[in-house]
Structures are given as structure tokens and as C-alpha cells.
């Protein structure tokens, strides 16, 4: 199942993000209930302090975790460190469900891959710049709309913003956790039409324990939904 399929039809659908290349890692999101995941590649992740290898030294990795048969998607690195259009097409041969990347660093031939496009927009864009991915081929929007503060909470004033993007496209908002956002906000998340949200290392943290007990809670709240 893709992604898209997955955020249309669930009321709430959990993306765990991996902290690192990590079998365990995954395997303990995938204890605690997660939905999909999300991996990457040619990009250092400041939230984890890792630096991902590229798409070939990282093969290995990939094939096994999508033997789980979960949708899985790949962050392919940034505008300078991209995947190239081959590889891109090798992941979608592999069976990769969907890619994540920023608006501004997404090359025009990834919209032509069969792959859910997970299309991330942050602040700086204005309200008709995102309008504007009503008419361009993207399949979900990802909502990196506030600072990154790791160890801050969200407010009323973060769900004001999400509710303005959902107001105005007409694909499925996924929510990362720029900030801490605790399972029991997940309701609010709801309330107001979020589609999907994806943990990160913010909250997961990058320890297999806390990995399958903070997937866990969130699925918890999810279902409770």
C-alpha cells in the first residue's frame, strides 16, 4: 500500500522518521505500531547529528527493511547531494511507496516518479506559494511550518498554522515533530484535519526502548481516536 492510500483512508496515520540507518531502530517502530517509515540518504539530519551515506552504500540497509512490507520512503538528500533520476527509479523498482523532500530542493524530474511525492514546505513559503501545489503533481504535504526548537512544545499558535495550509490545499498534511509534541495533542492534531503525523528523533529519541515505547503511545492515541 502507498502512503497516500494509507493517509486518505486512516483517520490518523503514524510515519515513524529513523533517526539513523538502523535495523533495530526500525524494527522497534515497527513493534510499537508505526504506520510507515520514513529513511535517508546524501544528507546530514541535524535533529540526529547523523550524516546518511548515499543511496548505494545504503542498499543493503534498504532491502531489508522493505521486506517488512510497510510503506517506506527516502528522504534522497538536498539539491546539491540529490539522488540522481537512475537511482530514483531504483528505489521505485525496489519498492519504495513514497520521497520526502523540501519544495526548494526537489529537482522537477522527481515528479514524474510513480512514487508518492511527499512535497515538505516551511515558513518562509507564503500562503499562495503552497496554493500553488494544488496544481503541481504533488501527493502530500509535509507541514515544516515552525522554528526548529527541539526541546520547546508546540502552542495554540502552531495549530493556527497547520490549519491555515489545510485550509488551503487539497492534498492529505502530514505534521512532523520540528517541536515536542506529546500523543496526547494527537487529538488536536485531529481535530482540525491533519492527515498524518511523523515522529522523529525529537520525540523518539535514538535508543531502541525508547523508540518501540514512544511508537507505542502514539499508536495508542491514534486508535483511542
Known sequence: MYLLDML?????????????????????????????????????HKASGKTFGNFEEQ????????????????????????????????????????????????????????MDKMIAITEDYDIEHIKALNDINADIIEADVITDEPGKRIHVSELMKYKRIINNVNKPVVVPTQRIIIPEEVKYMYDIGVKGIMIGVIVTGNTVDSMEKTTRAFKDAINSL
Open 8 to 44: 486518505t483512508k486512516n483517520k490518523m496515520t503514524l510515519i515513524v522518521s529513523l533517526p539513523e540507518s538502523n535495523i533495530e531502530l526500525a524494527q522497534a517502530a515497527l513493534k510499537g505500531g508505526a504506520d510507515a517509515l520514513k529513511v535517508h540518504a546524501n544528507v546530514y
Open 59 to 114: 542498499k543493503n540497509f534498504y532491502k531489508e527493511l522493505l521486506k517488512s512490507g510497510l510503506p517506506v520512503g527516502i528522504v534522497p538528500g538536498t539539491d546539491i547531494t540529490c539522488m540522481t533520476q537512475d537511482e530514483v527509479a531504483e528505489a521505485e523498482d525496489m519498492g519504495f511507496s513514497f520521497i520526502s523532500m523540501f519544495a526548494h530542493h526537489m529537482p522537477i524530474y522527481m515528479l514524474e516518479s510513480k
